[in-house]
């Protein structure tokens, strides 16, 4: 039998489906059915060699909570990035997965694509994103005043170094200052006319296959812009985990908040669903399995 290189198997789990990236990693990792039973069963769960039979040739789905339980255990005891199998199950996860979307699908500016080229490619196909949490922070005049980003990718193959962040402010307004944290900015590129800045992130090295690298960046803004009353991120691929947060001066509270989603930039941006501050003037949304797209989160002051 064909051995399962740890590129494969990342291909297989970024893009599914299901069965066959379970059936995979079972290969790749040498481990019989047998022992993944006994392994589940050390940890209180259990599940058939009938049931993991048929998980792994796609005859049956795992559905249930204690199914879903299991499923979790086996990306521990797989040596797996967290969520990478669950996220597979997700409904229409598969029809999601497939090829790049380009960045102009996303970003509408004309200047996105010019930016992007000057600085170079990044290698970002050979990125994958497990997770993103987005934090937006906005002013008592109901203004951005700071974008921060965490991110954790896990390199396919090896070599890779860099990664472009790209940030639109919904006035076209540019940054008036910038942090990074585990990385370093590179080249960076703005539009004035567009508020569009494409910044490039560089590691402190070239990353192993299947190495991970955790990085946080974030633009600031100086709290003259007018009122925002929507941000988002557009995902030019399938990611495993999505965080956004949005914390709201105590002046500036929102009346509704709503989480948003639309498939590019020309199609209508559409409620997916309502969302309630806390009582510390904070409203999130977080994901599993995000679809390639725009993901984001509106609100209205009155």
């Not at 990236?21 to 060699?49: D, P, T």
């Not at 792994?56 to 521990?76: C, F, H, I, K, N």
């Not at 170079?120 to 993103?132: D, N, Q």
Request: include cysteine.
């Amino acid at each position: 039998m064909q051995s399962v290189t740890e590129d494969d198997l990342l291909q297989m789990l970024q893009y599914g489906p299901f069965n066959v990236a379970l059936h995979a990693a079972i290969q790749a990792r040498g481990l019989s059915l047998e022992a993944l039973r006994r392994r589940l069963e050390e940890q209180g769960i259990a599940v058939s060699l009938s049931t993991l039979s048929y998980w792994q040739r796609g005859r049956t789905r795992p559905e249930r909570a204690d199914s879903l339980r299991a499923v979790r255990a086996l990306e521990m005891i797989l040596a797996l990035p967290r969520h990478s199998l669950v996220t597979l199950l997700r409904p229409g996860s598969e029809r999601a997965a497939g090829p790049w979307l380009p960045v102009e699908a996303l970003c509408p500016e004309p200047g996105v694509r010019d930016l992007m080229e000057e600085i170079g490619e990044p290698g970002e196909r050979r990125l994958t994103g497990l997770s993103l949490h987005d934090q937006h922070t906005i002013g008592p005049r109901r203004e951005l005043r700071e974008v921060r980003s965490r991110a954790v990718f896990q390199a396919q193959q090896r070599g890779v170094d860099r990664w472009i962040a790209v940030y639109h402010h919904p006035h076209g307004l540019l940054p008036s200052s910038r942090t990074a944290r585990g990385c370093r900015f590179g080249r960076v590129r703005a539009d004035e006319a567009s508020g569009l800045i494409a910044a490039e992130l560089l590691f402190d090295r070239a990353l192993g296959r299947g190495e991970t690298y955790l990085l946080e960046y974030g633009f600031g803004f100086d709290g003259t812009g007018p009122p925002v009353s929507e941000e988002g991120r557009g995902f030019r691929t399938p990611q495993h985990e999505f965080l956004m947060e949005v914390r709201f001066h105590p002046a500036a509270l929102p009346a509704r908040c709503y989480r948003t989603w639309r498939p590019d930039a020309q199609t209508a941006l559409k409620d997916a669903a309502d969302l309630r501050p806390s009582s510390y003037h904070s409203v999130h949304f977080i994901e599993f399995g995000v679809a390639a797209g725009y993901h984001g989160m509106r609100w209205e002051w009155d």
